[in-house]
């Protein structure tokens, strides 16, 4: 078990300096001001990677296309994606990409370790939204090794979209090269409750 005492800087574990942007499940996070231990309860390795919107994509895109699905009309399978916030307990809402590939349905996350990913994977529900009809699911995360046929999938059908957060990688690239990105890529199946 590593112990990192702050998150995102590296730490001197065991005399070898770590970087904390890889934690495996049953690592410890302390928090620096508070003290507060918190395991990390995740299935594999958790990535620090996460690249934020941009002023067009936070203001017009994504407002547009999270409008246009509360009208009811999906923009290439979008979906308004509701899940409830870790810490506040209230509804957060953001446009997502549904995939489907071999009879089920995925969400991945192209920036990395987004809000959405945090708040699910602590809530372990949430709701697929187009116009008023929700859908309420569980999400289980996938492994790095259950994502590379999805990310290929996602690649090919969104690529135009999302692209330049794959770091250049494609669907055409080999099973070695996705495994590689797999890990700043989170992804869920989308299951029923119950």
């Given at each position: 078990?590593?112990?990192y ?6 730490v001197l ?60 009309i999906?923009v290439?399978?979008s ?78 059908r969104?690529?135009a ?14 099973d070695?090269?996705?495994r590689?990105i ?6 869920f199946?989308?299951?029923p409750?119950?």
């Open positions: 078990m590593r112990v005492s702050r998150v995102g800087r590296p574990i065991a005399g070898r300096l770590l970087g904390s942007d890889r934690r495996l499940a049953g690592d410890v996070i302390v928090h620096p001001s508070c003290g507060l231990a918190v395991a990390v309860a995740t299935l594999g390795c958790v990535s620090d990677h996460y690249k934020a919107p941009g002023w067009f994509t936070r203001n017009v895109f994504n407002p547009t296309v999270a409008l246009l699905t509360r009208q009811g999906s290439l399978g979906r308004v994606l509701a899940v409830k916030g870790r810490t506040s307990g209230q509804w957060r809402t953001t446009p997502v990409n549904l995939l489907t590939f071999d009879g089920r349905r995925y969400l991945v996350a192209p920036r990395g370790e987004t809000q959405w990913v945090r708040n699910l994977r602590a809530a372990g529900t949430g709701e697929l939204r187009v116009g008023r009809r929700p859908e309420s699911f569980r999400g289980r995360e996938l492994t790095d090794d259950e994502k590379i046929p999805v990310l290929r999938a996602y690649l090919k969104w690529k979209e999302v692209g330049i957060f794959f770091e250049g990688t494609g669907p055409d690239f080999s070695d090269q996705l590689a797999a890990p700043k890529h989170p992804a199946e989308v299951l409750v119950g």
